[in-house]
């Protein structure tokens, strides 16, 4: 009997990651397919001839390499500031007492949960009366109102986890509160840190409402709204282009998570440890 569940189990979660791999694994697939055998019908599980001429087409005679550029500079822009941020707020949370801080950190909680969309008329005209609206720099400024929060609360708990001990002996033995948490607290934080940018990271990468809503140019326009004001419009999508787009912008999130990994587990399994 425990055998049959435990292979009923296996196949079950099987089951589950092929429905959730098959998507990424047609849209692989659809990359590197003849424009005639798209809708092919039947359709091919794998393409009868090879091509990467879509990936060609992308690079050469579209503003991908535009987009793409902007994307890494907002995405890594935002995650440097959101982290920065985060780790002093949290550190700030933790370590110092003084009046509000609990319903400070809850109010700060309460921020991530607004709808995006209830933020972005009045961002959007304090970016304009700024003078910084169309801008990646505006687009930095949106993403962290939305990033920061739960970043924010995330670090809270790593810092939680790291014992007060630590930090009051490097006190004792001559540092500077400045120099305790360089020497003694941002070590212990890395893997919180790591797990935070990632986070920081990915949201940054896939979002689409502000960019679409602040920005209009394409030379500030990052690949979520570029590919899919240059590949879909009304009346046809350029399925091949798109789906090749769609590989391109994943592989840094993957080469991220490839390089990452044992840092992130790390740093969720700290984020449950309450010291």
Known sequence: MPTIRKIALNVFAWTIVLAVAFPLFWM?????KPSFELFRRPPTMLPETWTFEHYWHLIERTNFLTYFRNSVILSTATTLVVVAIATLGAYSLVRFKYNGRESLAFLVLFTYLLPSVVLIIPLYLLLVNLGLANTIFSLVIAYTTFALPYALWLLRSF????PEDLESAALVDGASRLGAFWDVILPQLLPGIISTALFTFILSW???????????????RPLTTGVMNMLVSAFNIEWSLLMAASVMMSVPLI???AFLQSYLTRGFGAGGVKG
């Open 206 to 220: 896939n979002e689409y409402l502000y960019a679409l809503v602040l920005v209009n140019s394409d030379s500030a």
């Open 28 to 32: 692989l697939v659809t990359s590197v």
């Open 159 to 162: 810092m939680a986890g790291i």
């Open 255 to 257: 080469i991220v998570f």
